[in-house]
T-cell receptor
């Protein structure tokens, strides 16, 4: 069945460094969503990408959707301690129209 | 507007017991999906209900079941609890069916501990 792989599983950075997490799907996606879960919290929607090659920015966050619509990335420029949390991608596709979550990348930021 | 409400927030059960968790979606949302979250395993999809019908089901044993009522509120039930069922159970609501491009709104979760 459809799988969404997300790497890395953990990332430790110094405040001010950049951070990137990657998602790869075994099948072509109709869209991909990104969520952030703060420690002790629940996932919160960040963004949705739909078009092939789409790039969206939210302040220091840049989201990309691959040309083949099978991979995506989230890049954070100059991380801050408020960026701490787990970032999940969720890809939509497949015959059942399901939304498959990656296992997430847990980001820690050292001040 | 009110967010997604899950009850209870915390509960402790013993092996062999059963548990029922409740989820009240955002008003107007017809899709409710359930997830099990354990350390290192991410969000594992349990099932989705849309307009009282189970639309999708994840790879969990039959001990895990759910339903949705006409007011879109949903319940999930786990019977014959096992130690491995200890987890945070999250529900999410959406205006449209999962995968159709709608944003998921998650509740705070119900943290289940099985002793």
């Amino acid at each position: 069945g459809q799988q969404v792989m997300q790497i890395p599983q953990y990332q430790h950075v110094q405040e001010g460094e950049d951070f990137t997490t990657y998602c790869n799907s075994s099948t072509t996606l109709s869209n991909i969503q990104w969520y952030k879960q703060r420690p002790g919290g629940h996932p919160v929607f960040l963004i949705q990408l739909v078009k092939s090659g789409e790039v969206k920015k939210q302040k220091r966050l840049t989201f990309q959707f691959g040309e083949a619509k099978k991979n995506s990335s989230l890049h954070i420029t100059a991380t801050q301690t408020t960026d701490v949390g787990t970032y999940f991608c969720a890809g939509a596709g497949g015959s059942q129209g399901n939304l498959i979550f990656g296992k997430g990348t847990k980001l820690s930021v050292k001040p | 507007k009110a967010g997604v409400t899950q009850t209870p927030r915390y509960l402790i059960k013993t092996r062999g017991q059963q548990v029922t968790l409740s989820c009240s979606p955002i008003s107007g949302h017809r899709s409710v999906s359930w997830y099990q979250q354990t350390p290192g395993q991410g969000l594992q999809f349990l099932f989705e209900y849309f307009s009282e019908t189970q639309r999708n089901k994840g790879n969990f044993p039959g001990r895990f079941s759910g339903r949705q009522f006409s007011n879109s509120r949903s319940e999930m039930n786990v019977s014959t609890l096992e130690l491995g069922d200890s987890a945070l159970y999250l529900c999410a609501s959406s205006l449209v069916a999962m995968g159709q491009g709608g944003e998921l709104f998650f509740g705070e979760g119900s943290r289940l501990t099985v002793l």
